[in-house]
């Protein structure tokens, strides 16, 4: 009998795309990579599908990651922002690389999904 093999074994950037390409970790990242420090209320604001939940939820996993900081402020009433730490910023060519990538050929995933559709539409 074969042994299962390891999701690392298998795929070693694994643990890195479940870190970084998780649901809402890379608009999270680009935010504030693209607009800086940044209050609570205005990452929702420039993300509005996301929930509260999710987005304290997403917050408290990338600043345990190292990649977000966190920052206290102790005022009346107290202030909380958000900022991409120097490992997140070390993201940045990953991230040029992959609008890259989405510039060249993301019209050709939209074609092939349209044939797809097309073809599997025909065929019911």
């Not at 643990?15 to 649901?23: C, E, G, K």
């Not at 420039?46 to 005022?75: C, F, M, N, W």
Request: hydrophobic share 40%; aromatic share 8%.
């Amino acid at each position: 009998m074969r042994k299962p093999v390891d999701a690392v074994e298998a795929c070693p950037i694994s643990p890195v795309v479940d870190l970084v390409f998780s649901r809402w970790s890379t608009p999270i990242l680009w935010v504030l990579k693209e607009h800086g420090r940044q209050r609570f209320v205005e990452i929702q604001r420039r993300l509005p599908a996301i929930t509260s939940k999710v987005l304290t939820q997403r917050l408290r996993q990338l600043e345990r990651d190292g990649l977000v900081t966190r920052s206290y402020h102790a005022e009346i009433p107290p202030r909380v922002e958000y900022e991409i730490s120097a490992l997140g910023r070390t993201l940045g060519p990953v991230f040029a690389v992959l609008t890259d990538w989405s510039d060249a050929h993301l019209p050709s995933v939209e074609a092939a999904r349209h044939a797809y559709d097309e073809a599997n539409l025909q065929a019911r």
